[in-house]
């Protein structure tokens, strides 16, 4: 079993930045691709971006795109997303998850990202 903590989740202002990290503990992530996604007060959980176990590409949603940066450290068994110039749009609380792509078996609890204007 794989147990997914998420943590630096705030308060900021548009325009500020943060930096998320997900830890995992119980058992490797070899060959896991981890995601991030995120789910708005009233909306639907959606994608946020993707890194595979490899880490040689990344993806992300077009709402992210040149804003947000996902990575991950391996030997950490951690991931990192970057969040830049922050909208108020991009409130919502935000999960990490980790699986074989493209199911995501193990999710954590989440983290509130506020962005106010």
């Known amino acids: 079993q794989v147990q997914m903590v998420e943590s630096g989740g705030g308060l900021v202002q548009a325009g500020g930045s943060l930096r998320l990290s997900c830890s995992a503990s119980?058992?490797?992530?070899?060959?896991?691709?981890m995601g991030w996604f995120r789910q708005a007060p009233g909306k639907e959980r959606v994608f946020v971006a993707r890194i595979p176990w490899s880490g040689s590409m990344t993806f992300y949603a077009d709402s992210v795109k040149g804003r947000f940066t996902i990575s991950r450290d391996k030997a950490k068994n951690t991931v990192y997303l970057q969040m830049n110039s922050l909208k108020p749009e991009d409130t919502a609380v935000y999960y990490c998850a980790g699986g074989f792509w493209p199911s995501y078996e193990y999710w954590g609890q989440g983290t509130q990202v506020t962005v106010s204007s």
């Open positions: 119980g058992r490797t992530l070899s060959g896991y691709s």
